[in-house]
């Protein structure tokens, strides 16, 4: 154990030197970066291709008789719904993930949102089936969210549990470019809609049944790819030592529920931003009287903004493995904090490329605050209880970000009449989270193999003064 370790962790170097983590060959690592963005892909295509619809057409084919205020913001509040269920998705999946493998669980939570999505596209309307047509909906949105939120953890410890010590920000960054390739597919299979295929009233009549159907198409490429890649070499460790926990989630609260509200509240900040894109606010705010723009405009600049994410996404994983995890955050936290008033001032300015120039400066602290996520959160959590611990973090982090921001953002416009209080409310989640990330150690580099598991326990957050020298019904793994 590191002399650095004992002595109160007083420097960041001494974590780059523990780099013996077990790791697959070159390889098998491309394959698996590879089956991670394209199942993210395919899972953040779905989810956003919702979001989407709920800004644009959801609330004159589904909550009409409530107005066209009100039926807003029912439909950006089944948005966020599914995030309440999230939780759920990554308890289950964080539970059999830890008990019966990580890839099990992406080609199950793969499956079960393309076909909710695929269900969607099928629907009544309010028009022709009533009440029925708003429930049906919200009972697949609900699904989504299950799927969504056991889909992230187990695509990232895929990713940067195959990777050796010192390339883990940038293979985790694989999977996180599955948020901004999935908006992107979906602005742009939108666009295509709404601009060529589908234009005007063809659009609310039959072209938004088209996304969502083709999700099955995705689904199946998916699968596919997903099948094909071989399992977690930590979880391989797990199994061949008999070492699965009966109760993870237990295990994770007992031990570690300080950490998980921690890592949620650094999540927060930039899911909360996020979703004013990602959730359906800036497309529904750029294309009302107010701005002004057209919807096919508005979904390419979207699908823009969805381009510069993809970019610094990459970019902040590349970043964490040179300068540190916290490093990087602190620096897309920095961005983030920046853009809040800037994005809404060029936005009001009803100019196209103003539009463009705010979702470029936006797009760029997103990406910086979420490339490292991914190592950071492996890196925190012991083997045992990793799946649980990094899903239900990220879940709850969801719920509190970016859950209801879209209906947080539409409220306070009607309410104030301006974009102020959006700002001001940006401001302040990012404020959180850069007090939480403030809180962890950068364990980059960390060993993160079953034998580290003593190691793993302690020292996650900077006053754990804790050594690895705990007693053995510490780690215990039953």
């Known amino acids: 154990m590191p002399q650095g370790f004992r002595s109160g962790y007083s420097s960041y170097t001494n974590w780059r030197t523990m780099s013996m983590s077990t790791h697959s060959s070159k390889a098998n690592q491309r394959r698996v970066a590879f089956a991670t963005v394209i199942g993210t892909t395919v899972e953040w295509y ?39 269920f999230r939780p759920l998705g990554a308890f289950l999946a964080g539970h059999y993930g830890d008990k019966i493998g990580r890839r099990a669980m992406l080609v199950l939570t793969l499956i079960l949102m393309g076909v909710a999505t695929t269900l969607i596209g099928f629907l009544p309307t309010y028009a022709t089936a009533g009440i ?3 429930v049906m909906l919200l009972l697949l949105r609900i699904l989504q969210g299950i799927s969504a939120g056991g889909e992230w ?49 063809a659009f609310l009549e039959w072209g938004w049944r088209v996304p969502f159907l083709l999700s099955i198409v995705l689904v199946a490429v998916g699968y596919f790819v997903r099948r094909a890649v071989d399992e977690s070499p930590v979880f391989q460790e797990i199994a061949a030592a008999k070492k699965q926990p009966k109760t993870p989630i237990v295990q994770l609260f007992r031990r570690h529920g300080l950490l998980v509200i921690i890592a949620a509240l650094i999540f927060a900040g930039n899911n909360a931003a996020g979703y004013m894109a990602t959730g359906g606010f800036i497309p529904s705010y750029a294309t009302s009287p107010a701005v002004g723009h057209g919807r ?8 823009y903004g969805s381009a510069v994410w993809l970019a610094f996404t990459y970019l902040a994983g590349y970043l964490s493995d040179r300068i ?22 060029l936005i009001n300015t ?56 879209p209906t947080i953002a539409t409220a306070l416009v009607q309410a104030t009449g301006g974009t102020e209080a ?19 150690r950068d364990r980059s ?24 020298d705990v007693p053995n019904e510490l780690i215990r793994t039953n």
């Not at 326990?457 to 003064?465: P, T």
């Open 324 to 345: 540190g995890r916290k490093s990087t955050y602190f620096i897309g936290f920095g961005a983030q904090l920046l853009a809040c008033f800037p994005l809404f001032w």
């Open 46 to 84: 779905d989810f956003f291709i919702y979001a989407t619809a709920a800004g644009l057409v959801f609330a004159q084919l589904f909550f009409e008789p409530a107005g066209s205020s009100i039926g807003l913001l029912l439909s950006f509040a089944s948005v966020g719904i599914s995030f309440l």
């Open 153 to 201: 953890g187990g695509a990232v410890l895929m990713a940067v549990e195959h990777a050796p010590s010192d390339r883990r920000g940038r293979a985790g960054a694989f999977p996180q470019l599955g948020v901004p390739l999935g908006l992107l597919l979906a602005s742009g299979v939108t666009a295509l809609m709404t601009g060529v295929v589908s234009p005007g009233a």
């Open 422 to 440: 959006v700002s001001l409310y940006l401001v302040g989640m990012t404020l959180i989270s850069l007090v939480a990330v403030s809180l962890v």
């Open 350 to 405: 009803g100019s196209l490329a103003m539009l463009y120039l705010a979702l470029t400066i936006f797009t760029v602290g997103l990406g910086l605050a979420y490339g490292p996520q991914a190592a950071l959160y492996s890196e925190m959590f012991p083997a045992s209880v990793r799946f649980s611990g990094v899903s239900i973090s990220y879940a709850l982090g969801a719920i509190l970000g970016g859950a209801f921001a």
């Open 296 to 303: 096919t405009d508005v979904l390419v600049a979207v699908a």
């Open 132 to 134: 029925i047509a708003p």
């Open 445 to 468: 580099g960390i060993d993160l193999s079953i034998r580290n598991q003593a190691e793993q326990e302690v020292g996650a957050l900077v006053f754990d003064r804790r050594t690895a």
